[in-house]
């Protein structure tokens, strides 16, 4: 008889293999309960959303849209129990668990405040933490289809009010770029622009070299390295750039142009953005058109007196034509808005050609150039069929926007324009050389300004100093050379020289402001001009206007503290 073998009572493999599928039959079971609370969840939202009259969202089957989540920090969209999901035009849409929340009522306040409809769509918690767990994923920029860069989360309004100084801003950019999170590239960006608008720089220059990339601002027209880093960094950053200023990111044997505007404490301020192809890698500079440096009144400018009075005269007058040459970055478009202002009053029509509008004003039509057949000379022709009283073309370039220009001067319309000449005695043989008749450029101008701008002197740290030697007899042959003695500062023994103090980066100066030159249109110019006259004939002309040259405005502001004589060297040819 064979006997059966038992098998031993214990056997612990079976078991553990047992006690695996006991717990994978655990596992199966807590995901089928959570799914049941889930739905009951969704279902209990559901009859609530008609309660509530609001529309039902499920966010686990709808993307959130990352542009959107932005509008709502993280720390109130948890107070609150919203999220923001989805944005069209000016609409946002809000997922929210209870619409009586007060603190919701205060975040739709702000949303609205800032010129957005709030339309509310009830949400399970589920759905909440789905939304909320993608702010990890977000740099503290708000980025729409539209190029609109928003700047207000606390984080970087913070950065603005705290980076004062170059030091503190070069130390924020460094640690920045040290970062290697999947949002640095957008915080660099983020921290370049903030750091910019905290020491108000009216441009940031990003330029490739062979083995780095340097970052320069210009400060009060000068421009000052604040930072160098890598350029895997920069290929990024550019692509960033590129991307929030609408051009072609696969374009980079040819300059593009592109814009993007960025929110900040409740302003919209235009990026105005010019990529370069260079040696290296593409070269970037990126103008910021803040609307708080062209508010400045006609009065504060640094304008004379004199020429003050003259201008002020003239801007009242119902027709002719106001000039205002100089080099690019000379101050020419912010005279032009302060003139504009000074004209306005709610009984004119002022219509604006420029390229581009740099900064808009109530009140007035501007309107600006492309390249789809609306240029200068296409808006002019329309500007006169639309009965205005005052027209500013941004700058006279060719032809026929100088001979519309004029015929518009001639016509009843006061007329302000820039022309890219040196010097207020340029703008005539500049004229003729685009064949303005000479006889019609006196009868439509009525006076040519040329300017400059010099950095002021820090307040806090500039050091005053005797004249004396070569420095007294410069200063000393320009003042003999003013005609109108009335002009002639009381001081004329001691000057005040560059310092340097936290307060200016310690680099002596701080602020900038005009010098300035004119010729008026009298009978000895309107004989000049007839005769195809070069600038040297037209400045000899205008001797007896007694309007000081722009040498001579400098070394007057010398003299009164205001800047020095080594920055007037910088922007303007003094006679030794």
Not at 151 to 158: A, G, L, Q, T, Y
Not at 479 to 487: F, H, R, Y
Not at 538 to 564: F, R, S
């Amino acid at each position: 008889m064979t006997s059966v073998q038992k098998e031993p009572f214990f056997q612990p493999q079976k078991y553990a293999i047992l006690a695996v599928m006991i717990q994978f039959d655990e596992d199966k079971q807590k995901q089928k309960i959570d799914h049941l609370l889930r739905k009951e969840e969704e279902e209990l939202v559901q009859v609530l959303s008609d309660k509530y009259n609001l529309h039902y969202v499920d966010l686990s089957s709808v993307a959130v849209n990352t542009d959107a989540l932005r509008y709502i920090d993280e720390k109130d969209a948890r107070e609150a129990k919203a999220a923001a999901f989805a944005i069209v035009n000016k609409k946002l849409s809000i997922a929210v668990r209870d619409p009586s929340l007060p603190k919701l009522a205060d975040v739709l306040e702000k949303i609205k405040g800032r010129g957005y409809e709030p339309e509310l769509f009830m949400a399970s918690m589920a759905s909440l933490e789905k939304a909320w767990a993608l702010y990890k994923e977000l740099s503290f920029a708000s980025e729409t289809k539209s190029g609109s860069l928003d700047i207000s989360s606390d984080e970087i309004e913070s950065i603005i009010k705290e980076t004062k100084d170059l030091p503190t801003i070069i130390s924020t950019l460094t640690n920045t770029i040290s970062l290697k999170k999947s949002y640095r590239v957008s915080r660099i960006l983020e921290t370049m622009l903030a750091g910019a608008l905290a020491v108000n720089a009216s441009d940031i220059h990003i330029e490739p070299e062979e083995t780095y990339i340097r970052l320069r601002y210009r400060l009060d027209g000068v421009l000052i390295e604040i930072v160098r880093f890598d350029i895997d960094t920069y290929n990024l950053l550019l692509s960033r750039i590129k991307l929030l200023s609408g051009m072609k990111l696969n374009l980079k044997k040819q300059s593009q142009d592109g814009r993007f505007s960025i929110h900040v404490g409740g302003a919209d301020i235009e990026m105005r953005i010019s990529v370069l192809p260079g040696a290296y890698n593409e070269s970037v500079v990126m103008r910021v058109l803040n609307p708080k440096s062209i508010s400045v009144p006609l009065e504060d400018l640094g304008i004379p007196p004199k020429l003050l009075a003259i201008l002020l005269k003239e801007i009242d007058k119902p027709n002719g034509m106001l000039l205002t040459t100089g080099t690019t970055g000379s101050g020419k478009t912010t005279t032009l808005y302060a003139f504009l202002r000074k004209s306005y009053n709610p009984g004119v029509k002022i219509i604006t050609i420029e390229d581009p509008v740099e900064y808009h004003l109530e009140g007035i039509t501007q309107t600006q150039v492309n390249d789809k057949g609306y240029n200068f000379v296409e808006g002019l022709r329309a500007a006169v069929r639309q009965d205005p009283d005052i027209i500013m073309v941004g700058e006279i370039r060719d032809d026929e926007t100088a001979d519309i220009a004029i015929n518009s001067a001639l016509t009843g319309h006061l007329v302000f324009s820039t022309l890219h000449t040196n010097s207020a005695a340029g703008a005539f043989p500049r004229l003729i050389d685009l064949h303005v008749n000479p006889k019609v450029i006196t009868s439509a101008l009525t006076i040519s300004m040329a300017q400059r701008l010099v950095r002021r002197l820090c307040p806090f740290c500039k050091k005053e100093t005797v004249l004396e030697g070569k420095t007294k007899k410069e200063i000393d042959q320009v003042i003999a050379a003013i005609e109108d003695k009335s002009q002639m500062p009381a001081n004329t023994t001691k000057m005040w020289v560059a310092g340097g103090c936290p307060k200016c980066n310690n680099t002596g100066y701080k602020g900038r402001i005009g010098i300035y030159e004119a010729i008026k249109i009298d009978e000895k110019i309107e004989n000049a001009v007839e005769a195809n006259p070069s600038e040297r004939e037209i400045i000899a002309a205008a001797k007896g206007q007694g309007i000081m040259n722009m040498e001579q405005d400098g070394v007057v502001k010398i003299l009164q503290g205001i800047t020095d004589l080594n920055e007037l060297k910088r922007v303007v040819e003094v006679e030794e």
